[in-house]
């Protein structure tokens, strides 16, 4: 079954919001079957999403994921790209507002998107 990257990290951020993230006490459970289900089929961020390269549209690496960011109402609004700098030194790291990053046939794709481009942008630093 495929998924969006935004349809998943959307479905994550409601669930979320709806309060869907409770401590699960062994022996026990508190999810209901809808919400068990956009946990079966929702993306885990760890395993799918973070460190995963991301590809132009001619296939050709790009970078790799190295974050996301939620904003305060929980939403998924950007995706921290890291690009190698020389001899994979000096990783620049730039924000990509999420909708513009999609998933096809299992890879990130980044339209349009070069190393040299990617490396041109802005450098993004977290606030202290």
């Given at each position: 079954?495929?998924?969006?990257?935004?349809?998943?990290?959307?479905?994550?951020?409601?669930?979320?919001?709806?309060?869907?993230?409770?401590?699960?006490?062994?022996?026990t459970t508190t999810l209901a079957v809808a919400q068990l289900d956009?946990?079966?089929?929702?993306?885990?961020?760890?395993?799918?999403?973070?460190?995963?390269?991301?590809?132009?549209?001619?296939?050709?690496?790009?970078?790799?994921?190295?974050?996301?960011?939620?904003?305060?109402?929980?939403?998924?609004?950007?995706?921290?790209?890291?690009?190698?700098?020389?001899?994979?030194?000096?990783?620049?790291?730039?924000?990509?507002?999420?909708?513009?990053?999609?998933?096809?046939?299992?890879?990130?794709?980044?339209?349009?998107?070069?190393?040299?481009?990617?490396?041109?942008?802005?450098?993004?630093?977290?606030?202290?």
């Amino acid at each position: 079954m495929k998924h969006s990257l935004l349809t998943a990290l959307v479905a994550l951020a409601a669930f979320t919001a709806a309060g869907g993230l409770h401590a699960q006490v062994a022996g026990t459970t508190t999810l209901a079957v809808a919400q068990l289900d956009v946990v079966a089929s929702g993306w885990s961020t760890k395993r799918q999403i973070l460190g995963k390269p991301v590809y132009n549209e001619d296939g050709d690496k790009v970078g790799k994921i190295d974050d996301l960011v939620i904003a305060p109402d929980t939403a998924v609004s950007f995706v921290i790209i890291g690009a190698e700098g020389f001899v994979g030194l000096k990783r620049h790291h730039v924000a990509i507002p999420v909708e513009q990053l999609s998933e096809r046939a299992g890879r990130f794709v980044l339209p349009g998107a070069t190393k040299e481009a990617i490396k041109a942008l802005p450098s993004f630093a977290y606030a202290q």
